[in-house]
Antibody, heavy 122, light 108 residues
Framework: EVQLVESGGGLVQPGRSLRLSCAAS????????MHWVRQAPGKGLEWVSG????????GYADSVKGRFTISRDNAKNSLYLQMNSLRAEDTALYYC???????????????WGQGTLVTVSS | SYVLTQPPSVSVAPGQTARITCGGN??????VHWYQQKPGQAPVLVVY???DRPSGIPERFSGSNSGNTATLTISRVEAGDEADYYC???????????FGTGTKVTVL
């Protein structure tokens, strides 16, 4: 059974940093691209960032480019999102999602975690 | 950047058919995926590559895509279909994944 478990969320002040993690199991982690998708309270889904199976291809939404960094450790079956210079508008539930083998192939995200909540407030 | 526009809400009586549109420039040239999200839950893929269904998704869910509009159709709507629905594409021009604005389906 595929499982994606996010952690690392919490309350953080504007301008500070936070690192999210996603622990994956139930599939061959290093065979697939992975993504972060967020959802602000009461709002829709927003793709944040994605990374290919070998970290060779990485993409970011314009809203986070230059502030967030995605990475993965295939030996630990883990995905990460380093979030710096956080803003109030980054407040959201952050989901980890499993993608296809190739980043940018156009295939869907077939499994999602339950999310970790990030609240940016003073 | 590529924009996908969905109607904010669709209301349908039980047993009837719900159609949710997703508008985008020449979306017919892209593969469209649809996700269902119930309150307090993570999104679930219900249709991929315009019209295919993942294992376990009822045949009542179907999709089409042509021109500037993709459509998710839910036939014989049940109370359990009440949820938010999002379309999604990969925009190769910007190297970004894009989600639609989302549609809340209410079963009357």
């Amino acid at each position: 059974e595929v499982q994606l478990v996010e952690s690392g969320g919490g309350l953080v002040q504007p301008g500070r940093s936070l690192r999210l993690s996603c622990a994956a199991s139930g599939f061959t982690f290093d065979d697939y691209a992975m993504h972060w998708v967020r959802q602000a309270p009461g709002k829709g889904l927003e793709w944040v960032s994605g990374i290919s199976w070998n970290s060779g291809s990485i993409g970011y939404a314009d809203s986070v480019k230059g502030r967030f960094t995605i990475s993965r450790d295939n030996a630990k079956n883990s995905l990460y999102l380093q979030m710096n210079s956080l803003r109030a508008e980054d407040t959201a539930l952050y989901y980890c999602a499993k993608g296809p083998h190739y980043y940018g192939s156009g295939e869907p995200f077939d499994y999602w975690g339950q999310g970790t909540l990030v609240t940016v407030s003073s | 950047s590529y924009v996908l526009t969905q109607p904010p809400s669709v209301s349908v009586a039980p047993g009837q058919t719900a159609r949710i549109t997703c508008g985008g420039n020449n979306i017919g040239s892209k593969s469209v995926h649809w996700y269902q999200q119930k309150p307090g839950q993570a999104p679930v893929l219900v249709v991929y590559d315009d019209s295919d269904r993942p294992s376990g998704i009822p045949e009542r869910f179907s999709g089409s895509n042509s021109g500037n509009t993709a459509t998710l159709t839910i036939s014989r709507v049940e109370a359990g279909d009440e949820a938010d629905y999002y379309c999604q594409v990969w925009d190769s021009s910007s190297d970004r994944y894009v989600f639609g604005t989302g549609t809340k389906v209410t079963v009357l």
